[in-house]
């Protein structure tokens, strides 16, 4: 499921030892299958039903006898070979519950809050099932899981704009006056929602240049094969500004056959940044 669903992340996961490799596979399948309660129901009460019974499927991961479905034994495995934290497993529940389709954000900082919440509670299983509990690594993961909520929220627009939603903070699109109705009408990359997304998405590539400056210096090494979670995020963010921050380009909506190498050669150096990815 996380190979189909979530590639990218899939071939970060191969970076790392297998038993750990097979407990980042079960808790990002477990991660699709939260994302998918969305499409797969047809009404609010049955998505609360959904989320229900993941919470009690949850409460007995952590005993001697899980919901026998694939997904759930896998992560019971990760649970009691690892001691995966229960912490990071239900606030991936209720985060996902927490925000489902229509759900707005005020601003970038909320965003931000989201993305360390939402995103990072997949890195942080991934350090421990690694060995890993260290304040810096738990830094760099929240800050990559900000990165990667900007990345989502961007990439999204083609999808949803012609449904009439917007992922964008409403701060971000009164700053640089994007006219959402008019984009509704006809989506399409306007000189505003360029500007919009330039400001949001430098933001999340500071957030990753930081990571790899600060935190994973000061990190243990054995959790570096968890960080490289930011390397097809940095690569998307690199092809959006080839595309000259248009989201609608195609070329952003295809799996790039970049990132694999990029990650084998990140995994050698021990960084995922060189001097040209460095902004002056």
Known sequence: MSKKHDYD???????????????VWGIRALNVELVRVGDMTTSEAAAKMRYSYWRDALGKLYGDHPVQTPVSRTVHDAVHRFGISKTWLRRLVSE????????????VADVEKYGERAYACL???H??????????????????GVATAIMNFSRSLPLLLPQGRCDLPKDLIEKHNVDLEALYANPRPTPELREAIYDFSTKGYTRLCGVA???????????F????????VKEWFERL???????FDKRLQRRSL??????????????????SNIRK
């Open 213 to 223: 400056e600060i935190y994973v210096p000061n990190s243990p090494r054995q959790g």
């Open 127 to 144: 350090l421990e099932a690694l060995g890993v509990r260290d304040m810096h690594a738990d830094n760099a993961a929240r800050a990559i």
């Open 96 to 107: 996902r519950e927490n925000t489902g389709a229509g759900t707005s954000f005020e601003t």
């Open 123 to 125: 890195i942080h299983p």
């Open 241 to 247: 500004e080839r595309a000259e921050f248009d989201v």
């Open 258 to 275: 970049r990132v694999l190498w990029q990650l084998w050669r990140a995994s050698r150096k021990g960084t995922w940044l060189d001097a």
């Open 9 to 23: 992340n899939y071939l970060v996961s191969l970076f790392s030892p297998r038993l750990a490799r097979e407990a």
């Open 225 to 232: 094969p968890a960080l490289l979670a930011a390397v097809p």
